[in-house]
Nanobody
Framework: QVQLVESGGGLVQAGGSLRLSCAAS????????GGWFRQAPGKQREFVAA????????YYADSVKGRFTVSRDNAKNTVYLQMNSLKPEDTALYYC???????????????????WGQGTQVTVSS
């Protein structure tokens, strides 16, 4: 199975940018679809973005569409989340996740992803 580790979180002012990385080990990330989710204090974890195993298709939550970009480099076993024009409401713990390719039906559904990282904190100040 695959192990996932997120990095790149931090404190940034509103309007700024961050790039999150999700590095996979144990098995090639190229056989998994990749997802990003986030959980703000007092709220449920929610879908942010997803990318198919080949990188051909990407999916976004309406709240981040046009500001965030998900990408991957399978040679580096890494999936990225470029976050631009950050807002205070983007403050959350961000998780990456993996789902075996060809098995994912609804990329926005957390239950599709059996493998998760520990999360990286993103804090956006106003």
């Amino acid at each position: 199975q695959v192990q996932l580790v997120e990095s790149g979180g931090g404190l940034v002012q509103a309007g700024g940018s961050l790039r999150l990385s999700c590095a996979a080990s144990g098995r090639a990330y190229s056989v998994y679809d990749g997802g990003w989710f986030r959980q703000a204090p007092g709220k449920q974890r929610e879908f942010v973005a997803a990318i198919t195993w080949s990188g051909t298709n990407t999916y976004y939550a309406d709240s981040v569409k046009g500001r965030f970009t998900v990408s991957r480099d399978n040679a580096k076993n890494t999936v990225y989340l470029q976050m631009n024009s950050l807002k205070p409401e983007d403050t959350a713990l961000y998780y990456c996740a993996a789902a075996p390719r060809y098995s994912t039906v609804s990329y926005q559904y957390q239950g599709e992803y059996p493998y998760w990282g520990q999360g990286t904190q993103v804090t956006v100040s106003s």
